[in-house]
């Protein structure tokens, strides 16, 4: 159960760049907002801030009321995906979505368990031994997020998670990302450009331009159809 409550919050880049200006919003238990807009409106930014993978310039953020911005990436109940996948070529399928419960030294007959269990919701069981080299996009992709199931974390983040994935891809996945959070339930922010997967996904929709929020709402409301 996670909600997360972001207040103020800022980025000015070394550089000088402000990439977020004044970013409020508070998300529910078990929602899915999508974040979009377009190139360079701030939107890897936030969830970079959110993940820890970035500083907050200003600004607040809480997790079920904890503060967390001083909170370590790794002490955040946050698991996160990423467009590249982030895979290791030279481990197996299991060993790639076991990397993260070995590092926190989860014991070994619980990471095989857990591993095997994520492997079954996202029909990776075949590919267990397997290295990435061998798989589709698609099936890279679903051990992206048999990394980010395994964990158990309250929050999922996915940062453009399908965009290098083919089009007839990008639709079955996007549903199996669906079914993923029908059934786990996790409060999720993902980013995308892509409207579509907005619309159909979102239970709410943020929509931003220059470092700001211009619009807030369901796909309906946000897209304005009947
Ligand atoms: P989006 O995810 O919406 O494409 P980003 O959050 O990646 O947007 O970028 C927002 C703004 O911050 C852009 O103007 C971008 O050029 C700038 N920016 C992103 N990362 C850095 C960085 N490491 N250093 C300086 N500026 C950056
Ligand atoms: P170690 O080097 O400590 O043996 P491994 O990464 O080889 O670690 O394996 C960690 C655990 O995961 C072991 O208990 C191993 O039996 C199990 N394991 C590794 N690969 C598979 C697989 N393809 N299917 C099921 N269990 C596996």
Known sequence: MAEIKIEHLQKTYDNGAIAVKDFNLHVKDGEFIVFVGPSG???STTLRMIAGLEEITDGEFYINGKLMNEVQPKERDIAMVFQNYALY???SVFENIAFGLKLRKVKKQEIKKKVEDAAAILGLQPYLDKKPKVLSGGQRQRVALGRAIVRDAQVFLMDEPLSNLDAKLRVQMRAEIAKLHQRLQTTTIYVT??????????????????????????????????
């Open 89 to 91: 070529p030279h481990m």
């Open 41 to 43: 409106c701030g939107k």
């Open 193 to 226: 450009h892509d409207q579509t997967e907005a619309m159909t996904m979102a239970s709410r929709i943020v929509v931003m331009k220059d470092g700001l929020i211009q619009q807030v709402g369901t796909p309906k409301e946000v897209y304005d159809f009947p």
